[in-house]
């Protein structure tokens, strides 16, 4: 689920960043894809945030349960 999606997310930044490299520095898209590839990187960021703090929660020899 989370890994799945950074890995999406990922894989979309590698595409864009190799789209842009062969972008003259000067075209107008370069910005977007930059503006694009930060919003990814801070997915991916919060993605992985989550996915330590879920595996932090559920400790070995823990039912995954937490006492009331």
């Given at each position: 689920?989370?890994?799945d999606s950074i890995r999406v997310d990922a894989e979309r930044l590698a595409?864009?960043?190799k789209a842009?490299?062969?972008l003259d520095p000067s075209d107008p898209r370069v910005d977007d894809m930059s503006r694009d590839i930060q919003a990814l990187?801070?997915?991916i960021g919060d993605k992985?945030?989550?996915e330590r703090e879920l595996a932090e929660e559920a400790e070995?020899?823990?039912s995954?349960?937490?006492p009331n």
């Open positions: 689920a989370t890994s595409e864009i960043e842009k490299t062969e990187v801070a997915q992985a945030k989550a070995p020899g823990e995954g349960s937490k």
